[in-house]
């Protein structure tokens, strides 16, 4: 039985520093962002990917590992509260710091990628008007001709010289 509760208390620790990794890649990003740099957010974004994808893996053993931990010690719910309710002392003195640093983590990933998320929608509508400005000098416009009639053409503007 405690083989099980030990294996959980391991990978835990392992998904704790996947978690911190991720903080880092997102720390990252974010500077990336600010950098204005989209290669490099480019880069920054597959490498948070790769961290993505194992910690979703871990935290799918997480919770399969927990389901049998917990069938075994005669808990359910699937989560690490109940576990820590029926764990031995020192399984205890293991877990309870654990849960609360998972817990921390959890809460600061979610608020930094919240922040990234904005950082990103920001620039992107800076682009988008700044792309609005400069589409509007190119659009053609309704206009009247010599005739009274209403045509089409351009707004006349340009920002390439036709002289040579």
């Not at 031995?88 to 921390?104: A, F, N, V």
């Not at 700044?130 to 009274?148: E, I, K, N, V």
């Amino acid at each position: 039985m405690p083989a099980n509760m030990d294996r959980l208390i391991v990978l835990l620790c392992e998904k704790e520093r996947i978690m911190e990794e991720m903080v880092q890649s997102l720390s990252e990003e974010q500077n990336r962002i600010m950098e204005m740099n989209p290669a490099a957010v480019e880069a920054s974004n597959r490498s948070k990917e790769e961290v993505t994808t194992r910690l979703t893996r871990a935290t799918v053993l997480c919770r399969e590992l927990m389901a049998v931990v917990g069938a075994e010690r005669g808990v359910s719910g699937g989560t690490l509260t109940p576990l820590i309710a029926v764990a031995s002392d020192s399984e205890r003195l293991d877990l309870l710091p654990l849960q609360q640093r998972l817990l921390l983590l959890g809460g600061n990933l979610l608020r930094q990628q919240e922040l990234n998320r904005k950082m990103i929608l920001r620039s992107l509508g800076l682009v988008r008007q700044s792309l609005s400005l400069f589409g509007g000098l190119f659009r053609f416009s309704d206009t009247y001709g010599a005739q009274g009639r209403l045509s089409t053409g351009t707004t006349g503007l340009s920002f390439l010289s036709r002289e040579i």
